[in-house]
């Protein structure tokens, strides 16, 4: 059989939810009853794509075949997304006899939902609405709530039933970047990430690199500048980081002081105290602290983990 | 610096704080230069504690200080009138230089390099000392010297 094929059906097969597979492949109805119960749906879906794979084989499937299979993907994928859809825009008519509902699909499985609150006496307000970027794939959604606070709960609970999951949990991770909220929530930052400044960028690398290229200028710290840069490298790593505007740390922690005594050091009761970081790049202006002389390296997990963690709001006590 | 038409042959040596490293081969230092950011009281700290591992002979005309950051007031976070004082204390010249503004940088560089000719010598009828009783001479008259 041709190799392009095999490979073709195993990435349709992959890209397939589990809680689908099986929806899918009868549909498709190409391997029969006996085949697919022979099949261990409970493997790793690496290693179940390679089985469905070679019983394709054994069927002799053709291009034709792999064709279907990816437009019925397509197909209970929308389907999906239309109940979503509708189930959301009902749970909010019910509870709210005035609100509107707008919907518009973009690629990868997301839809962009827009939501003007009104009351059970009143309108709409058309310019306080609320957005919502809902990945039907992933069990993420972006919100950017509406100034019109006292809806936010019904927005969470429609989102949670109408995307059939339990619970929704509001993740202490906020920007106005959505691209770079995606990049941290789907784990994709560690990549060559497009920003509108890599632009300048390349140029305020490619000055440093004549700088430092001149024989006529020595640095004595060599060493440790070299140190602080490998440190700097195995932190943030060698790409764009994702755009935040702000971290902010609130301290409910009793105070530590070296010295005996002062007033803050005989409390009980813990200090609280907020400490807000705030930049156009957050995490560029972290990852550049070291090398500046700023700050020493490597630099405190709680700045470096807000990535990795998908936090840029934290809660600090004793532990 | 580098930039400077320069009949000397001119070597620039970075460092983020003195002692420098001693197990290396250094040509002689014919002036030295300390940046302080008047936006960080970490670089007035980082100066002075500097100033402690200079020979005294360099502060006889090698010694400059130059500050950065003027312009942003309301970054600064150190007072004008402290680096005055330390400047006044180590009896050397004080130059204020917004170093990201490309035409004063430029400036300032000119100065430093004739400033560095004469502490090199390269300069027939001028030493270091006689520049720098030049340069007081014109200093703020209410800075009285001890």
């Not at chain 1, 409910?252 to 002062?262: A, M, P, V």
């Not at chain 1, 390296?297 to 983990?305: D, G, H, N």
């Not at chain 2, 490309?102 to 560089?109: D, P, Q, S, W």
Request: glycine share 4%; hydrophobic share 40%.
């Amino acid at each position: 059989m041709d190799e392009t094929v095999a490979e073709f059906i195993k990435r349709t097969i992959l890209k397939i939810p589990m809680t689908k597979m099986m929806t899918v492949l009868k549909a498709w109805d190409f391997l029969s009853e006996n085949q697919l119960q022979t099949v261990n749906f409970r493997k790793r879906k690496e290693s179940l794509a390679q089985d469905l794979v070679l019983l394709c084989e054994e069927n002799g499937v053709s291009l034709n075949d792999a064709a279907l299979l990816d437009i019925i993907c397509e197909d209970i994928d929308l389907s999906d997304m239309e109940q979503f859809k509708s189930s959301f825009k009902k749970i909010l008519q019910r509870a709210l006899k005035n609100v509107t509902v707008t919907f518009r699909d973009t690629e990868e499985n997301a839809v962009w939902i827009r939501i003007a609150w009104g009351t059970q006496y009143r309108k709409p307000n058309q310019y306080k609405p609320a957005y919502v970027m809902y990945y039907s794939q992933t069990p993420y959604a972006f919100i950017s709530f509406s100034q019109l606070r006292s809806n936010t709960p019904l927005l969470c609970q429609a989102l949670t039933i109408a995307s059939k999951h339990h619970q929704i949990v509001k993740m202490d991770l906020r920007s106005r970047y959505l691209d770079s909220l995606k990049a941290i929530v789907f784990k994709q930052y560690n990549q060559n990430f497009e920003t509108h400044n890599s632009a300048t960028h390349l140029q305020e690398r490619r000055l440093g690199l004549d700088i430092n290229m001149d024989s006529r200028i020595i640095h004595e710290n060599r060493i440790e500048k070299d140190r602080v840069h490998r440190v700097t490298q195995e932190i943030f790593g060698d790409y764009s980081q994702p755009r935040l505007e702000f971290a902010q740390y609130k301290l409910e922690t009793k105070f530590k002081s070296d010295l005996n005594g002062g007033i803050l050091a005989e409390r009980e009761e813990p200090l609280r105290c907020l400490v807000k970081f705030s930049s156009p790049h957050l995490l560029e202006a972290l990852k550049s602290l070291a090398s500046a002389g700023i700050a020493d390296a490597p630099l405190s997990p709680l700045l470096t983990c807000i990535p990795s963690k998908g936090m840029n709001y934290f809660k600090i006590k004793d532990k | 610096m580098l930039k400077e038409d320069c009949a000397s042959t001119l070597k620039v040596h970075l460092a983020q704080s003195l002692p420098l490293p001693s197990n290396v081969n250094r040509p002689r230092i014919d002036l030295i230069v300390f940046v302080v950011n008047l936006h960080s009281k970490y670089s007035l700290q980082n100066v002075e504690e500097s100033l402690h591992h200079v020979d005294a002979t360099f502060f006889l005309g090698k010694v400059g200080f130059l500050a950065t950051g003027a312009g942003q007031d309301n970054h600064c976070s150190i007072h004008r009138n402290t680096v005055l004082r330390l400047a006044h204390t180590y009896r050397s010249p004080l130059f204020f230089c917004d170093l990201e503004v490309e035409g004063f940088r430029a400036t300032m560089a000119q100065r430093l390099v004739r400033m560095l000719q004469i502490c090199a010598g390269h300069v027939p009828g001028v030493s270091a000392l006689n520049l720098l009783s030049l340069m007081r001479s014109s200093e703020n008259p209410f800075l009285e010297d001890v």
